[in-house]
């Protein structure tokens, strides 16, 4: 497997420094940490206020450029950032720059939480209800990750695990999905949503690969991130607050749910990142005893979700 976390152009600490120097004179002597590092870009932590972001490879540069232009468009009740773009200084580094509010908070492995609360799958809900409902955005890709293809994510499944048990997701040609567009986050996972002290969910941050595509695409997160008491909970608030689920769309988003923990497995065990590694595993487990304890029962369902609900 390729490794796409590799930087082509490394934004280090003192790279960082030297541009806040150049770019934001005014911060003296400005006091900068690593806040984290992805697939695609470098995030650094200025003076505990202010978040520095940029991209580390030349594939990651539209999603970057997307998520800075369309990301002050998106307006929810759980807060995301608000970036301001600055353009590329060619003698520190090739790309561009944005700065945006901290946002405090740890993500679920960080805070050493395995799954979240019926108040988090009400918050979800109403967020992903609230950005499936916005107007369409013209600029935005269509889906380019193929995350909302049902029989390409099944394919994939099957290059990145080996166990057994996921064999009855695989036989999936005969399944359709709708070919419906709404505005997507596009990489809705647990590294992709912060908790406050009380374990409760309060921002989404990282929308680089914000797209049109398909609701399962951020759907899957409720299969990330939440028991099947609680999974019930997040769709039926996506429901009342006027999100729709079409035919097999919830199969798809578990077979997106299963490829996105595999992949992040993948990722943290190339970087020796111990943490995620045990957490993407409980989960995993934790997926596939749902499907043994018949607690997903779309698998066999061809109804709409709001005609009867599968889960």
């Known amino acids: 497997m390729n490794q796409p976390w590799i930087p082509e152009h490394p934004f280090g600490i003192d790279k960082a420094r030297i541009w806040i120097e150049k770019q934001l004179p005014h911060l003296i002597n400005p006091e900068i940490s690593l806040l984290g590092q992805g697939w695609d870009n470098v995030v650094y932590l200025i003076n505990q206020d202010m978040v520095l972001r940029t991209p580390q490879r030349q594939a990651a540069l539209f999603g970057f450029l997307t998520e800075t232009k369309n990301l002050n468009l998106v307006q929810t009740h759980l807060m995301t950032p ?17 700065i945006s509010k901290y946002l405090k908070g740890m993500d679920p492995v960080q ?5 979240l609360s019926s108040s988090s799958a009400r918050e979800l809900g109403k967020f992903l209800a609230c950005l499936h409902q916005m107007n369409p955005i013209e600029e935005l890709p269509l889906d380019p990750s193929k995350r909302g293809d049902i029989q390409f994510r099944a394919q994939k499944l ?17 399944i359709s999905i709708p070919k419906r567009l709404v505005v997507c986050h596009g990489d809705l996972h647990f590294l992709h949503v912060l908790l406050n002290s009380q374990s409760e969910v309060t921002s989404i941050i990282d929308w680089g690969d ?11 997160i409720m299969f990330l991130l939440f028991e099947p008491d609680n999974q019930k909970i997040l769709i039926q ?20 749910a299963l490829n996105l923990n595999r992949a992040l497995f993948v990722y943290a065990k190339d970087q020796n990142k111990l943490d995620l590694i045990d957490f993407c595993q409980r989960q995993w487990e934790r997926m596939l005893q749902q499907t043994q304890d018949m607690s997903l029962k779309i698998f066999s369902s061809t109804k709409s979700l709001q005609e009867d609900s599968p889960l």
């Not at 608000?82 to 944005?98: D, Q």
């Not at 914000?210 to 899957?220: E, F, H, R, T």
């Not at 608030?237 to 997106?256: M, N, R, S, W």
């Open 82 to 98: 608000k970036p301001k773009l600055y353009e590329a200084v060619p003698n520190i580094h090739p790309y561009p720059v944005s």
């Open 111 to 115: 805070a050493r939480i395995d799954t």
């Open 158 to 174: 099957m290059e990145l695990s080996c166990d057994l048990r996921i064999l009855p997701f695989l036989n999936v040609s005969h």
């Open 210 to 220: 914000m797209c049109l595509g398909n609701p399962l695409i951020d759907l899957a």
């Open 237 to 256: 608030t996506y429901l009342d607050q006027g999100g729709k689920v079409e035919h097999f769309e919830i199969l798809g988003a578990f077979i997106l």
